[in-house]
């Protein structure tokens, strides 16, 4: 199953999402497009004509270019998403994208979808770390179906 993080470039929730069998789906992969792929410039100039589209889908020509350009990495993630997990209140070493309105967006995008959504604060002890790993390990059994 496509499991969409929020934040995205959390390697703790990618990690934990492939060892339960499910395809993390993250910003990081579509960044790496970018700038591995054979002709598209070097960064910062690593976009297509497409990408500005697929950012306007989300947002108006009046929001702020970071806005539109996080949005167009996310479009492909946001569709491919079957089920999320959603991270509140991580400090910013956790998974900062650099904007609270775009993460207000893709939190409203995704419980739009209506998939199953894990969402939980980000632990600030090591008994809410040990709850933190429990429930998502929880939540990807239950969604393969799996014995708890």
Do not use: W
Request: proline share 7%; net charge negative; glycine share 8%.
């Amino acid at each position: 199953m496509n499991i969409f993080i929020y934040p995205s470039n959390s390697l703790i929730l990618y990690d934990l999402v492939e060892r339960f069998g499910h395809k993390p789906l993250a910003v990081m992969q579509e960044i790496r497009k970018k700038v591995t792929t054979a002709g598209i410039d070097s960064p910062p100039l690593n976009i297509t004509p497409e990408d500005p589209k697929h950012g306007l889908k989300y947002a108006a020509v009046e929001v702020p270019a970071g806005v539109r350009g996080r949005m167009s990495l996310f479009d492909q993630l946001i569709g491919d998403a079957e089920a999320a997990i959603l991270v509140e209140d991580a400090p910013i070493g956790f998974g900062c994208m650099g904007c609270q309105r775009t993460s207000e967006l893709i939190g409203f995008l995704i419980r739009a979808k209506r998939v199953p959504i894990l969402e939980l604060n980000y632990p600030t002890s090591d008994d809410e770390a040990r709850n933190f790993v429990y429930q998502i390990s929880e939540f990807l059994n239950k969604l393969q179906g799996g014995e708890t």
